[in-house]
């Protein structure tokens, strides 16, 4: 499968969101799979197209304005950004994105819709404390529209903390799109000093003291960080050393006691916890950052922020202290810490437990390969999936004529369709029938089109005709269909809230679907005299493949069924059982059903199977 993976930033560039996008891909490419990288240049990195380390990296020029003027890391691009992203997306199967708040990421998410390509989101951070106001009502406005755009678009959203999973809470991203890790390192590059002569050496290359205690902090030097709170905590009981990107003020290296070593790539990074005592960060709305869990297995005892999230994690208060982050608590923790050999060891020994047990990446990468493997099977394809409409009798002889071919359904049903008797409807016993082999969607209770009902009569259309289905199949009903297909972007987002999954629409000659909430067909078994620029479309304006396939809808079925086997996607069939019936239609689904039926490449699937 060919990963495409774009985030503003990538290493050399130094930053937590970098190392994670740079291990995921390297952990895509050791699965063997395609990986292409999308990212800006930064000042002293090389643009241009390289490979590294078997994955494609193309570097495409930036201006850093917000950056090196805010310490906003929010590169600006330009027509080489865009002619770059739009090429990648559209050769490659799917598209994974680094955070919603950047320029890169708007353009890939609408390549990705254009070209309909399923879209995986890692969102490393919510709400960003920062003094300048404009900056806070900047992050609101991106997040209310971009954001919230691509939370839509999302197959699924990957978070590392609980603060991230509540800030898309606030966002009403629903759960089942939610997948919360821990996050990982490298327990073998990330462990404790084996001598005192490393640690010795380590200090010396960056001229710190060898007999003194050492306070280390690592992160980018801005404000939600806390990095001016440990300058204030300075004491004569121990020294304390800056790790990371951005700019101190003039007077701090001059300060006895403080050393600022910038920026260090991971190897160095790595050497540098085995020479100190204690690490240090009281940042604000952060969990358990990559620094923190790096620090953790190089043994290092810890005191950060006491982030109300710390409490779902039940960690040990006596050996990580969490306080308050002003320098007057930070300089008492500190002094508490550096004076007592003893708790610093039972704190480095809980630091080591912790990280094996929760932050081990191999372990924690494991459900993303099984992500990527469902992903794989039911959005790449190929992949087939029928569905039933309305909640006719007939379903049940349609059902069986599914069974007999291997082939699953999703059966929507209107329980009070006002459009059928009593008599032509289907049975409660009939649909607990159905339900042992196929899906049951909701359709409304009596199948009135939304467009014609205000949003209350919608909500109750909705949230009735699920709680009877779940009543009568006793499984919950994540499946919706809108009634003739006639919905709004409100209707989306009532579907969203009464707990659905997925909605289906009636749109045809669709083979892959970016929008669960818009759920796309591929045919009908219907003929459509209308259907005359969209057949064209699909034959590559071939009269005679047209007018063989013009009105036809079994032989249109077929057509796309072996477009999809070729070149991947979804065929979606869809139909009524009481319009196959009253058109004597039997024969020619069938005909179809054979056709589709057992291929070895093929993923036979309901439609709530297709989300991920």
């Known amino acids: 499968m060919h990963i495409l993976s774009v985030s503003h930033y990538y290493p050399p560039h130094v930053g937590g969101l970098e190392v994670v996008a740079q291990k995921q891909a390297k952990s895509f490419a050791a699965q063997g799979h395609q990986v292409t990288v999308v990212t800006f240049t930064s000042p002293g990195i090389i643009g241009g197209v390289q490979d590294e380390s078997g994955i494609t990296v193309h570097r495409v020029p930036g201006i850093h304005f917000f950056d090196t003027t805010f310490g906003i890391p929010f590169p600006l691009g330009g027509l ?56 806070t009502a900047l992050q609101r406005l991106v997040y209310h529209t971009w954001g919230s755009w691509i939370f839509t678009a999302s197959k699924k959203i990957i978070v590392y903390n609980k603060n991230v999973r509540d800030f ?70 121990y ?33 540098l916890y085995r020479a100190v005592d204690v690490f240090v960060f009281p940042a604000q709305g952060e969990l358990f950052t990559l620094a923190m869990q790096e620090a953790l297995a190089s043994g290092l005892p810890i005191i950060t922020t006491n982030e109300p999230a710390y409490a779902t ?32 060891d039972r704190m480095a020994t ?72 009593d008599a032509e409807r289907i049975t409660d016993d009939d649909i607990r029938t159905l339900a042992h082999t196929h899906e049951i969607g909701a359709h409304t209770m009596t199948h009135r089109w939304l467009t014609t009902l205000v949003d209350d009569e919608v909500r109750e259309e909705m949230s009735g005709s699920r709680a009877h289905l779940e009543h009568v199949v006793g499984v919950p009903i994540t499946s919706f269909c809108y009634p003739a297909g006639k919905h709004t972007p409100v209707h989306a987002q009532l579907a969203k809230e009464a707990g659905f999954h997925l909605a289906r629409t009636v749109r045809r000659f669709s083979f892959r679907n970016t929008n669960t909430y818009e759920l796309d067909t591929s045919v009908h078994t219907y003929e459509h005299w209308l259907d ?35 070149h991947g996607g979804v065929f979606h069939l869809w139909g009524h059982s009481w319009e196959v019936d009253a058109h004597g239609d039997w024969d020619r689904l069938e005909r179809v059903l054979k056709h589709i039926q057992g291929h070895a490449k093929v993923t036979y699937a309901t439609n709530g199977e297709l989300i991920v």
């Open 350 to 421: 809980y630091s080591m437990q912790l990280a094996h047990e929760w932050f081990d990446w191999e372990k924690n990468f494991t459900p993303i390969t099984e992500l990527y493997a469902r992903i794989e099977q039911v959005c790449v394809g190929p992949v087939v999936t029928t569905s039933w409409d309305d909640g006719h009798r007939l379903d049940t002889k349609l059902a069986l004529l599914l069974d007999q071919y291997g082939i699953k359904g999703t059966f929507y049903i209107a329980p009070h369709d006002q459009e059928f008797s």
């Open 313 to 344: 994690y039940g960690i040990d208060e006596e050996r990580i202290i969490l306080c308050e982050p002003v320098a007057s608590v930070l300089k008492q923790s500190l002094l508490r810490v550096v004076g007592d050999s003893l708790l610093r």
């Open 239 to 271: 020294e304390v050393v800056f790790v990371g990107t951005g700019t101190t003020p003039h007077a701090w290296s001059a300060t006895p006691g403080v050393h600022v070593l910038g920026a260090l790539d991971q190897q160095a990074l790595a050497a």
């Open 80 to 135: 080489t950004l865009l002619r770059t992203i739009w090429r990648a997306v559209r050769a490659s199967d799917v598209v994974h994105l680094h955070d919603v708040f950047y320029l890169s990421s708007w353009v890939t998410y609408l390549a990705a819709r254009r070209f309909k390509k399923p879209l995986v989101l890692t969102q490393h951070v919510g709400m960003v404390v920062h003094p300048n106001g404009l900056v």
């Open 532 to 566: 005359v620029w969209p057949l064209l479309r699909f034959v590559g304006y071939n009269p005679v493949v047209f007018f063989r396939l013009y009105r036809q809808w079994d032989f249109q079925a077929i057509a796309m069924f072996e477009y999809v086997v070729k």
């Open 168 to 237: 898309l809470d606030t966002y009403q991203v629903p759960p089942h799109k939610v997948l919360e890790l821990k996050n990982g390192i490298d327990l073998s590059v990330f462990h404790p000093p084996t001598s005192n002569e490393e640690r010795d050496a380590v200090r010396a290359r960056y001229h710190l003291p060898i007999n003194r205690p050492l306070v280390l902090f690592v992160g980018r030097l801005v404000p939600k960080k806390g990095y001016a709170e440990v300058y204030a905590a300075r004491d004569p009981a």
